[in-house]
């Protein structure tokens, strides 16, 4: 009896280690860990509705998980990180703030990189810099800013 229940607990545990191994995301290329998982190539429509005016558009992440084009991490020279305020989830990208800068730096060849995230704590920028920065490869931008609260 007891190689029995030894046998299925171990056949158990096997499974579930070689499906987490396959399906999982600590293998992944990009593995940021489980709270950034989540906004890797995110898109998602959003409706708002502003001064009596209903924009429709697509919100999206690229796949370093910023609100920006698909770009290499090379050639992100600023890490704009904040809250909601940063990420202005309920506009469209050319509206907000860090498009905004893109597009009057442009011809300086400065490119910034929009890190925000709803909610996001003082404890949420360490871990920013330890679990998501650190693990993107050629990721050397000269300056941080980071814009919290209203």
Avoid at 8 to 32: A, R
Avoid at 35 to 53: L, P, S
Avoid at 94 to 104: A, E, R
């Amino acid at each position: 009896m007891r190689k029995i229940l030894f046998y299925n607990i171990f056949f158990f545990s096997l499974t579930i280690f070689l499906i987490e191994i396959i399906f999982g995301y600590w293998l992944s290329k990009n593995n940021f860990g489980i709270h950034m998982k989540q906004f890797i190539n995110d898109k998602a429509e959003v409706e708002t509705n502003f001064d009596g005016q209903t924009k429709k558009f697509i919100f999206s992440r690229n796949s370093l998980g910023f609100r920006n084009k698909e770009i290499n991490a090379s050639e992100i020279d600023v890490i704009f990180n904040g809250g909601s305020t940063t990420i202005e989830r309920w506009i469209e990208k050319k509206d907000t703030i860090v498009d905004l800068l893109n597009n009057k730096f442009k011809n300086k060849n400065i490119f910034l990189a929009n890190a925000g995230q709803g909610g996001k704590s003082s404890y949420g920028y360490l871990c920013d810099f330890k679990y998501w920065f650190a693990k993107i490869e050629n990721l050397n931008p000269k300056y941080y800013i980071f814009y919290t609260g209203i």
